[in-house]
């Protein structure tokens, strides 16, 4: 049940994104571009387009301009549980199985997108494959639906590769 609940929601952003394009674009059916950041260790504080003084944040700023700006959000103190919970749209205690994992046959926003139409990137951070999984496929993006992906500590050896090429 929970699940249906955190698909609608998902589906009803994407709708709701879909709703505010212009009405040329909606005629030719065209869907919108979707880009999800999540950044680790940076707070609702540090950007201007939410009221900050202190720091600069033109680029991030204009996106926010011509996007959707979410101002309510949970989430844990440590990266691995945030990102597991945001890929599945459930609560921790729902998903959350072991440190650095995401349960496969997990529904994540890459199927929803996927699901939608869209073709799916994910960059950055993965970490979301038990160490001990490392080597077993069914553990890669590709399998939580994404179709390309730039990321680091997906694969054994990556943990301390972060820079590399």
Request: proline share 5%; charged share 20%.
């Amino acid at each position: 049940m929970n699940r249906i609940y955190s698909l609608l929601s998902a589906l009803a952003l994407l709708a709701l994104i879909s709703c505010n394009q212009s009405p040329e674009k909606n005629s030719q059916k065209e869907q919108p571009n979707i880009i999800l950041i999540m950044a680790d260790d940076m707070g609702y504080e540090t950007l201007q387009c939410y009221g900050s003084a202190e720091y600069q944040t033109p680029n991030l700023d204009r996106l926010a301009e011509t996007g959707m700006q979410f101002t309510n959000a949970y989430s844990t103190p440590l990266c691995t549980p945030s990102r597991v919970k945001i890929m599945t749209g459930q609560y921790n205690f729902r998903n959350y199985f072991r440190f650095g994992s995401l349960r496969t046959g997990e529904y994540t926003f890459g199927h929803l997108a996927k699901d939608a139409g869209y073709s799916t990137l994910v960059a950055g951070k993965w970490q979301l494959a038990d160490r001990s999984y490392y080597k077993d496929p069914k553990y890669d993006p590709y399998h939580f639906g994404f179709d390309e992906y730039c990321l680091w500590q997906v694969y054994p050896g990556d943990y301390w590769r972060r820079y590399k090429n």
